[in-house]
């Protein structure tokens, strides 16, 4: 009898898929903002990930930078956008119009939000969409019409997953609720916001299966680096940063110190999930790429190969017939 295979006694590889991976970048603010991007977008691009996210401003406030960086990618490099779209402040026509300008573009995967709301609690727009799902449907409305023209392929749908409590929900359960709702409206996967403990994902992970989840849902982690950034953070998302982490990274003597707490903690988190059953890796860059690529080289994800996989395409005889 043979002895058993590496597979057969790793669980874990059975499944023998990799790890998908993932960045996120925001449109440049400036020509210096940009030019220190494009170095970014050339040292992520050398790692061939399956796509990179690019945000788009509160109510489309940066629309027209996003859709320059998303054509620059597409034009320029080897990299897969995944355009980040807001219903909130947009009605149903203007959306539509958007999303036909980036599909026209090229694009063939979107990420669905709500988007903020108006501040000082102003109410949306008359006939704007106010919710994620309401958003998807849309989406899925204009790619049916496309594909009766030939003219679309299949979106890829993502939205947003929260480890911890949305700061506008009334529990973890309710944001399950959510999710749900957003996966019956024709969401293909999810990608978490940031979260600071270990245990987070694996707890999301096992509400959202118990509740009827079934799309992938995504690990997004940020290289906690910064103590300005996650106290920032932890503002915005109404989440607080791991008080252990905060003194230590305050107490460092050195950035290049700092650099290496934050990647550990960022591995650490990142590990858990995929030990958890976490599908990908979404790393949250801030346009930076040294820490981004710090947490990458300690994590040692197994991954495929893009260029491989493209240049094995164009030899098949089976094309060639």
């Known amino acids: 009898m043979s002895p058993p295979s590496l597979i057969d006694t790793h669980p874990n590889l059975s499944d023998a898929a990799p790890v998908a991976l993932s960045y996120e970048l925001f449109p440049p603010r400036s020509p210096k903002a940009a030019e220190t991007l494009w170095t970014t977008i050339r040292e992520l691009e050398s790692t061939e990930p399956d796509y990179v996210s690019v945000t788009y401003g509160a109510s489309g406030s940066n629309r027209d930078t996003a859709v320059e960086l998303i054509n620059r990618l597409l034009l320029e490099t080897t990299l897969r956008p995944l355009a980040h779209l807001t219903c909130v402040g947009n009605t149903p026509q203007e959306l539509a119009g958007i999303i036909g300008e980036l599909l026209d573009t090229g694009v063939r995967g979107i990420l669905a939000l709500r988007g903020d709301l108006p501040k000082e609690g102003g109410e949306p727009a008359p006939g704007s969409l106010r919710y994620a799902q309401d958003l998807?449907?849309?989406?899925?409305?204009?790619?049916?019409?496309?594909?009766?023209?030939?003219?679309?392929?299949?979106?890829?749908?993502?939205?947003?997953a929260y480890p911890t409590r949305h700061p506008e929900s009334p529990s973890e359960e309710h944001d399950v609720e959510v999710l749900l709702a957003k996966q019956r409206s024709g969401a293909d996967f999810a990608i978490t916001q940031v979260f600071f403990r270990t245990e987070e994902y694996a707890d999301l992970l096992t509400r959202a299966r118990r509740a009827g989840v079934t799309i992938p849902i995504i690990t997004g982690v940020m290289p906690l680096t910064s103590l300005r950034r996650l106290k920032r953070l932890g503002e915005l998302a109404g989440v607080e940063p791991a008080p252990e982490l905060m003194e230590r990274l305050a107490a460092a003597d050195s950035d290049i110190e700092r650099l290496h707490l934050g990647v550990d903690a960022t591995v650490d988190l990142a590990n858990a999930a995929l030990d958890a059953g976490a599908p990908g890796i979404h790393l949250y860059t801030f346009n930076e790429h040294q820490s981004a690529l710090e947490v990458l080289d300690k994590l040692a994800l197994p991954r495929h190969s893009r260029t491989a996989g493209r240049r094995a395409a164009v030899g098949s005889p089976q094309l060639a017939s």
């Open 136 to 160: 998807i449907e849309l989406i899925r409305r204009v790619e049916q019409r496309r594909s009766a023209l030939l003219c679309a392929g299949k979106i890829a749908v993502g939205v947003a």
